[in-house]
């Protein structure tokens, strides 16, 4: 009796008509079909950059540390503090790195147009250049530059996240792919931002009149063969390796997520992967 019955439900089951998938999204069947690649990242979220619908998910509202994607944040405070980027601001003690006791080339005492401070921290993720931009910004120092950072959050929906520092460093600074992609979204509505994270190279005279050569943290920048209009990249251990971007495909801008990558070239793997496969496939996502 049991048996009969069971095989009745899967029969009506097999009779009951397939309910097709929004525009642009991919349900499993799809995805069989069309071998979506394995990915390293722990969390990812690949975002139609016009339409806002997603091609690909994976863990999107679980939330981890985000290490340097944090300077996205910091730079958009920044910018909205009015701030003079012309005034030139020095490094202190108080930039010194004692939670995780990283080394930085921008040594004490060097003083740098805020601009000049900005471009370092988001093309090669310089924490003391954060850090001091952070520090001198607003009445208040750090602490009340921190507060600002979470109300922005909050303001553009970013409701998974929170921010205990401008660098990256704390690994209490947490978010998601979902509240990252919005930030990414927001980041993009800045012309200085877009230019000074894909800028390939600078460099400056140190206190010690050595010229100093800084390269941009992402590997894909650096090889210039993607059409990349924003991104960053983070580090930190128990963050694994981290990269948000927006990029076209095609013609097609797409919003990218990758979080908690493993080794070293893991996040760039799986940003290739992903290329590869929307190209192989554009019948799936070229909409809006």
Same mark, same amino acid.
């Given at each position: 009796?049991?048996?009969?019955?069971?095989?009745?439900?899967?029969?009506?089951?097999?009779?009951?008509?397939?309910?097709?998938?929004?525009?642009?999204?991919?349900?499993?069947?799809?995805?069989?079909?069309?071998?979506?690649?394995?990915?390293?990242?722990?969390?990812?979220?690949?975002?139609?950059?016009?339409?806002?619908?997603?091609?690909?998910?994976?863990?999107?509202?679980?939330?981890?540390?985000?290490?340097?994607?944090?300077?996205?944040?910091?730079?958009?405070?920044?910018?909205?503090?009015?701030?003079?980027?012309?005034?030139?601001?020095?490094?202190?003690?108080?930039?010194?790195?004692?939670?995780?006791?990283?080394?930085?080339?921008?040594?004490?005492?060097?003083?740098?147009?805020?601009?000049?401070?900005?471009?370092?921290?988001?093309?090669?993720?310089?924490?003391?250049?954060?850090?001091?931009?952070?520090?001198?910004?607003?009445?208040?120092?750090?602490?009340?530059?921190?507060?600002?950072?979470?109300?922005?959050?909050?303001?553009?929906?970013?409701?998974?996240?929170?921010?205990?520092?401008?660098?990256?460093?704390?690994?209490?600074?947490?978010?998601?792919?979902?509240?990252?992609?919005?930030?990414?979204?927001?980041?993009?509505?800045?012309?200085?931002?877009?230019?000074?994270?894909?800028?390939?190279?600078?460099?400056?005279?140190?206190?010690?009149?050595?010229?100093?050569?800084?390269?941009?943290?992402?590997?894909?920048?650096?090889?210039?063969?993607?059409?990349?209009?924003?991104?960053?990249?983070?580090?930190? =251990?128990?963050?694994?390796?981290?990269?948000?971007? =927006?990029?076209?495909?095609?013609? =097609?801008?797409?919003?990218?997520?990758?979080?908690?990558?493993?080794?070293?070239?893991?996040?760039?793997?799986?940003?290739?992967?992903?290329?590869?496969?929307?190209?192989?496939?554009?019948?799936?996502?070229?909409?809006?």
């Amino acid at each position: 009796m049991l048996r009969k019955f069971a095989a009745l439900l899967v029969s009506a089951a097999l009779a009951m008509p397939a309910v097709a998938a929004p525009p642009g999204v991919m349900v499993a069947s799809q995805m069989a079909d069309h071998a979506v690649p394995r990915l390293n990242s722990h969390s990812v979220l690949v975002l139609n950059g016009n339409t806002g619908e997603p091609l690909y998910e994976k863990n999107i509202h679980q939330r981890m540390p985000i290490a340097s994607i944090t300077k996205l944040m910091t730079a958009m405070v920044l910018l909205d503090s009015g701030v003079s980027l012309d005034q030139e601001v020095t490094v202190s003690d108080a930039e010194i790195d004692r939670l995780k006791n990283t080394t930085s080339r921008l040594a004490v005492g060097t003083t740098l147009p805020r601009k000049e401070m900005l471009l370092l921290a988001l093309m090669s993720s310089e924490n003391r250049a954060a850090a001091t931009l952070a520090r001198t910004a607003l009445p208040g120092g750090t602490a009340a530059f921190v507060e600002r950072m979470n109300k922005k959050a909050r303001s553009l929906g970013m409701n998974e996240t929170v921010f205990y520092d401008p660098t990256g460093l704390d690994l209490r600074n947490t978010s998601t792919a979902h509240d990252l992609a919005r930030m990414v979204k927001a980041a993009h509505n800045y012309p200085l931002i877009r230019t000074f994270t894909t800028t390939p190279e600078h460099q400056i005279v140190s206190v010690r009149n050595r010229v100093l050569q800084y390269r941009n943290s992402n590997a894909l920048v650096r090889e210039g063969n993607w059409d990349i209009s924003i991104q960053k990249t983070g580090y930190i =251990q128990e963050a694994g390796r981290c990269m948000v971007m =927006q990029t076209t495909v095609g013609s =097609q801008p797409l919003i990218i997520v990758l979080l908690a990558a493993g080794g070293n070239s893991a996040r760039v793997n799986d940003a290739r992967s992903i290329k590869t496969w929307l190209e192989a496939h554009p019948g799936n996502w070229l909409a809006g």
